[in-house]
């Protein structure tokens, strides 16, 4: 008896105590910001010890399977994201651009309030950010990646082979070496915004070199280019 | 429980060597739980009390960083943090040690309409809302792993307050991923992923 009246005295306490607490207001913590693209005398990947000890290190694709826990609620288990959220594809990536833009998100280079919480160091260790870098690179991309309308392919594979094959590869492959991200088998929303934000300078930690390329670009060259892009594929055919 | 099962579980304790350090020893808890705790978290840990977070079958490791962090301040509770400020520890170890041992008992719910609801979200999350899926960190059965807590068959009245409390950036520790997802959601979605981890055994 003498427990129950415990047990009920205590859950009142702890209801009242809760309660109270829900009235007071929310304090937002701000997400992380760093010098980008807007900032005078910006260099794009400077050197970042956080960065370099993820490079560094010998990293494994089967432990980064078991890390991948925390990214697969929006990028799913296949690592190829979501086409309509405007979550990237990852399967098949450089490791060295998938971390270079998770450390660039968790230093605050990149802004991405959304996916900001989920890549901090309190949840994972740049060890663990290596592992599912690995891990990324050993997954197949996906053929059915979101895609255009398709109605300006040959003014985006024109805009494509002048201004981006150099860097990205004739085929969207990328350049791993050079931290430049394969764009083959990427969602079409994603590339859209993506393209977009860099030419507008929203994109914070986009390569100056790029944004020079696509500063004379018109909102319609830019979903054309988009659209030839999503349809590169490295997919073995 | 019988003092064979205790001597199980010392073995098995002793045979996972590395994990004996982190997870304590169960056997140790009996009378500090009985005592301390088992009035409002009952005998093994399966709390009748809905606002009363269920702890048997939790997993060790987040029953560990909690209690360590009622200690140090770090989670606040007004019930919580002056009962736990005089534990060892050691006690605190015994203790998660114990209530990872129990068997939990089937959840409560309390509205099976948000079910379908609960387990969509719960499975695919909200892309438009920028809601991940839970399974990613508590697992498709709801058993968590680790540091990400077993959610299955839990209070819904705990797990409720739990999201507004995240929400409102007031539960203070392990704060920063699910404050972001509970800010995303909606009253109506909180409490139909309640319902759902609810009906998960």
């Known amino acids: ?237 | 429980m019988t003092s064979l099962q205790f001597g199980r579980i010392a073995a098995l304790a002793f045979l996972m060597t590395p994990m004996a350090a982190l997870a304590g020893d169960a056997s140790k808890a009996i009378s500090l739980a009985g005592n301390l705790c088992a009035s409002c978290h009952g005998e093994d840990g399966n709390s009748l009390v809905p606002n009363f977070p269920k702890l048997a079958g939790q997993q060790a490791v987040y029953l560990l960083r909690e209690l360590k962090d009622y200690k140090s301040g770090k989670r606040e509770s007004e019930v919580m943090v002056p009962l736990v400020a005089s534990l060892s520890d050691e006690d605190l170890a015994n203790l998660a040690a114990f209530y990872a041992s129990q068997k939990a008992a089937p959840g409560t719910v309390t509205d099976p309409a948000l079910l379908p609801v609960g387990k969509a979200l719960y499975l695919k999350g909200n892309a438009k809302s920028g809601i991940p899926t839970c399974e990613s960190c508590h697992e498709e059965d709801g058993s968590g792993g680790g540091k990400f807590p077993r959610v299955a068959g839990q209070n819904v009245e705990y797990a409720l307050e739990q999201f507004k409390l995240y929400a409102a950036g007031k539960r203070t520790n392990g704060t920063r991923v699910m404050k972001t997802i509970a800010e995303r959601m909606t009253e109506q979605e909180t409490r139909a992923v309640a319902e759902y981890m609810a009906s998960m055994r």
């Open chain 1, 1 to 237: 008896m003498k427990r129950t009246l415990i047990t009920l005295a205590l859950a009142a306490t702890g209801f009242v105590a809760a309660q109270s607490v829900y009235a007071q207001a929310a304090s937002s913590e701000k997400p992380p910001r760093a010098k980008g693209i807007e900032s005078p005398g910006y260099v794009w990947n400077t050197p970042d010890k956080d960065l370099n000890r993820a490079l560094d290190y010998k990293a494994s694709a089967k432990r980064g399977k078991v890390a991948y826990k925390i990214c697969k609620g929006c990028h799913l288990p296949d690592g190829t994201g979501q086409a309509d959220a405007l979550y990237p594809q990852l399967a098949g990536q450089h490791p060295s651009v998938t971390l270079k833009q998770m450390m660039d998100i968790r230093a605050g280079r990149r802004d991405n309030p959304k996916m900001a919480p989920f890549v901090g160091d309190w949840i994972v260790s740049a060890e663990e950010l290596a592992d599912i870098a690995a891990h990324l690179k050993s997954l197949p991309p996906p053929a059915n990646n979101g895609k255009g309308d398709g109605k300006s392919l040959a003014k985006g594979k024109e805009l494509y082979e002048k201004d981006c094959a150099s860097c990205h590869g004739k085929n969207g492959e990328g350049d791993g070496k050079k931290f430049y991200p394969v764009v083959a088998n990427q969602h079409y929303g994603y590339l859209l915004r993506e393209t977009r934000e860099s030419r507008d300078q929203g994109r914070r930690n986009a390569s100056p070199d790029m944004v020079k390329v696509l500063k004379g670009y018109s909102d319609a060259d830019v979903a054309a280019v988009s659209d030839y892009m999503s349809r590169l594929s490295l997919a073995k055919k």
